[in-house]
Each structure stands twice: as C-alpha cells, then as structure tokens.
DNA sequence: GTCTATAAGTTGATAGAC
DNA sequence: GTCTATCAACTTATAGAC
C-alpha cells in the first residue's frame, strides 16, 4: 500500500516451496506410509521444525500439498472449447487430459484416502469439494452441456451421467497404468463405444 | 493320512482370523495410516507378536488381507448370465454388483497404494494381477463377448473397452460416494447412454 | 524465519517362557 | 501357538537461540 515494491508478508526464503516440493516427491516414490517429517526436512535441506512453522502439523502439509493440486482440475476442463473442432477428437482430448490428470494426483488421492482424519479436514471444504461429486462432475457436465447446446449431442442427454463415464474411464486408465501392464482398451476405441450414446437419438 | 480325524497343520485357536478381522476393522474406520501392529493386537485381543508369527511382517499381514478379499471380485461377474433376461438389467445389475465391490475394498485399494514396497510385492502377484490391467479386466470383458456371441451386442464391439467403461463408471461412483454427497447420475442413466454404443453398429 | 537440541511417545520386531 | 517382556529406532512436536 504504502511503499511500490513493499512486499507483503512472507519474504520466502523458498523454506516453504521446498518443503512442499519435498513432500510431493516422497509421496510420489515411496507412498504416504514412508512420509515423514524428518525425511521431508532431509530431502528439502531444511530443519524439521520449519515444518510445523509453515505447516502447523504434519496432516497441515498434506493439506496444503491436495489445495497446491487440486485447482489444477479446473484447467483440465478449461481447454476444452464445445462447438469447435470435431467432436471426437474433442472427446479423445478430454480422456487424455483427465487421465494424466488423475495419474498425477494419484499418489496425494491415496495419501487422502489413506487416513480418515486428513479425509475429515476435507469433507467440508477440500478433495470433496473440487474433485468430489458435485464439483468434480460439474465442469465436465457443463462441457457436455455446451456442445448439446450447440446441437452436436442428444437433447435429452444426461451430462452427469456422460461426465461421469469420461471420469470414470480416464481414472480407471489411470489406476490400470498405476499398477503396471498395458492398458486395455485404447482412448479412441473407448470414444467410439461411448459416441452413440452421446449422440443418437 | 494315517489317523481320519487328524487335522492336517494348524490346529488354530482362531488367533489368526480376529487379527485379520481386526486389521481389516482399523483399515475400513481410521484408514492405513492408523494402522498399527500395536493396535490390531489390542482389538483382536492377541498378543502382538502373534501377528509376527503369522504373518512374518507388518506388510505380510497387509498382503494377506488382499489376498482375501480380491477373489471376490470374480464373484460379481461369475453371478452374470450372458443371454439371458434382460440386457438392460444385467448391465445395471453388474455396474451396481462393481460399485458394490470397489466400496468394500476401497480401503484396501487405499492401503496398496500407499506404500510403494507393499504395491512392489503384488507386481507379480496380487492386486496387479487380479484387479489389475490383465486379468481384471477379462472376467467383464468375458460377459461382453458372451453377450455379443448371443448377438445381444454389435458383432464388432471393443469388448474390454465396453469392459473398461463399465469398470470405470462403477469405481468412479464407490469414490464419490466414499467422499460423501449424492452420486451424481443414477445407474440406469449411466446404463442408458452406453447401451447405444454397445448395440448399434 | 530458520535453526539446533530435545523430549515423550509410538513404532515394528525379537527372545524366550510356557 | 500364544504369551510377556523388552528393544532400538523412529515418530511428531516443542523450546529457545540466532
């Protein structure tokens, strides 16, 4: 307010992005099970007591690593324009967008599921919220619904019951590729079994 | 061999069966997370090194209540008639058996996934090979071959896309439910917009 | 804001009696 | 097979110097 190039708050030492940085690459390699503070502190380069001054405790952290992710869902939905391009290949995009999506939370997803606690703190705002059931679906409902607005699906389509499908084919991809092995089923014939539904009358 | 009555190996005291019982009680109500050898033996009711001897480590116990509940998942497709009643209703029947599967192991699926040496020891054997890409996918994907040899389903159907399809709606509606609120989009619905994709040529 | 030092409690696992 | 007793290592978290 007062002085230009005042900044607020925090100078950052960059403590906080390294820690959380830290945290991600733990639970990526190794699980929730092998994450601790003290390794967190180790890879990060930083005492453990910085931790709790940034995080409070440690399920704190976990917070703050779903809130760093989770927004990231939006953008998956946002490059997606209904009524241009071709349809299919709109479809196709959307799957493969949704699926690295998922691949990349997967292992913050387990760390949630994982303890009830951390899965309380985010029943009311959180995981549940973003990509829960109502607004998990939603911005992937309102995509359908824009290109049956623009004529290019059935009037009488169900958009939550599309997005769920797309939802659940991409996170079931995600989930096969996660456990090693070919995935079954490639993007493109998935659409295919998916277009008429979406389209016939 | 010798003696009719003789039992052959562990007389069992049941000790062995409340610790299962018990580990599988945490897992559903704290999550891994929570789970320690400590306390199972105080639920089961055993001393804790009883757990050692049975089940060698904390991640034997963990792999042993995998491998008594994956089985079950043959169960859901074994319970489906290919050709008979109708098409509709046995698809809505199997999403609703999978939604049913997926909840009940959630937990478990939580507890793979959140240790990487633990995911390490079912690469060959375990959830990889029984949920996983391969052969998780064949009991389904055996339904809807059967249901397209009954010429039920167009003759050229991706069978283990449809399978992947159905697998993923399923599973996507046991995680939204799991993180509370209405699911969106009922199963008939969901039904409803594949069933074109499956039939129409 | 970041550190060092420390503490109280819990962890998975073993030894040995019965 | 099941127990009691025991362990060293590790856990999260705090206090206080800088």
Redesign the pocket.
């Known amino acids: 307010m007062t002085d230009s190039g005042r900044r607020r ?8 992005e390294a820690v959380l940085a830290a945290t991600e690459e733990i639970l990526a390699e190794a699980g929730v099970a092998r ?5 967190i502190a180790r890879r990060a380069g ?5 931790i ?3 995080f409070t ?2 399920l704190g952290l976990l917070q703050a690593v779903v809130a760093l992710h989770l927004p990231r869902f939006k953008d998956v939905a946002e490059g997606l324009r209904a009524g241009e391009g071709e349809l299919r290949g709109n479809l196709v995009a959307l799957v493969e967008a949704l699926e690295a999506f998922y691949t990349r939370i997967a292992p913050i997803l387990a760390a949630v599921q994982s303890d009830a606690e951390l899965r309380a703190r985010f029943a009311t705002r959180g995981a549940g919220e973003v990509i829960g059931p109502r607004r998990g679906v939603a911005p992937i409902a309102a995509y359908f619904a824009a290109e049956r607005e623009a004529g290019r699906l059935r009037a009488d389509l169900d958009v939550e019951s599309a997005a769920l499908l797309v939802m659940g084919a991409a996170h079931q991809r995600a989930v096969f590729a996660g456990l090693g092995g070919p995935v079954p089923g490639a993007v493109g014939e998935i659409v295919d079994v998916l277009i008429p539904g979406l389209t016939a009358g």
């Open positions: 708050g925090r100078p950052s030492t960059g403590v906080r994450l601790s503070t003290k390794e930083v005492a453990e007591s910085s709790f001054y940034h405790d440690r």
